[in-house]
């Protein structure tokens, strides 16, 4: 945690220094490009089955062209607690309705979401009715990888059905190809550190089971054909372009 916010000053305080040395009002700039993002998105198609509400928070990092064509890699990781698989431990309940640990006592288990996806981007920055050239509607499409799954906590306690590799046959795991699109507006200031991009974004999955077996429908055969695996929410990026440094200039009398 140390490292991640000695990180994240570090940048501010690049963010500042970089920016100050630039004003982006006249012309078009060709800079790297990293961002921090962070995304609130909703399920549908065969993810909806599995997981609801999704959160995102990740990282860019690229390159922004004179031309303003933009192109990077993206990478977010997925978090959530709206798990819609049911009945996922109903095999495991005492007559009482608990689930016990390896001492007998009641059992606290957590189901959450979790996963990751990356993905290559390019995008474009229209700057038409902006208030500079290297801000306005900016798009972007990609391809990249998508993993997601149900994690299990169990916590301090030991159930011992639940742990190590028996994990695996609950997460429901799926990998496959991703494919990303975005809208939204690009807004680099005239001066100052106050860069952002915020707007809509929409994710296909095309993924496969990664289990042979589902522990709690032990009977029933686990599907390998393709699932189509739907997000689209909401994202927000703190931009920070690296600019050159300008050379200092000296005037002789």
């Not at 707007?199 to 999955?205: D, L």
Request: charged letters at 20%; proline letters at 2%; aromatic letters at 16%.
């Amino acid at each position: 945690m140390k490292s991640i916010l000695s990180t994240v000053a570090f940048l501010i305080s690049f963010s500042f220094d970089s920016c100050a040395q630039r004003n982006v009002k006249d012309s078009i700039i060709g800079t790297p490009w990293i961002s921090i993002e962070y995304g609130l998105n909703w399920t549908g198609g065969d993810l909806a089955e599995k997981h609801g509400l999704i959160n995102q928070i990740g990282l860019f990092t690229g390159y922004k062209t004179n031309k303003n064509w933009t192109f990077g890699l993206e990478g977010n990781f997925m978090f959530g607690n709206d798990i819609r698989v049911t009945g996922l431990f109903d095999h495991l309940l005492d007559s009482k309705g608990n689930i016990t640990d390896i001492n007998g006592d009641i059992a606290k288990v957590r189901v959450l979401s979790r996963g990751f996806h990356v993905n290559f981007l390019v995008g474009k920055i229209f700057s038409a009715f902006s208030h500079n050239k290297n801000s306005g509607l900016y798009v972007n499409a990609g391809i990249g990888f998508l993993a997601h799954k149900i994690r299990v906590e169990t916590q301090d306690q030991v159930i011992p059905s639940l742990e190590l590799d028996y994990r695996k046959g609950y997460d429901r795991l799926s990998t496959g190809l991703n494919t990303h699109q975005f809208i939204g507006y690009s807004f680099m200031a005239n001066q100052g550190a106050l860069n952002f991009y915020a707007g809509f974004y929409f994710q296909q999955g095309y993924t496969y089971n990664q289990r042979d077996v589902f522990f709690d429908k032990p009977d029933t055969e686990v599907s390998k054909e393709m699932m189509i695996d739907l997000q689209s929410g909401f994202k927000v990026a703190w931009l920070i372009p690296i600019y050159k440094r300008v050379p200092k200039e000296y005037y002789f009398n």
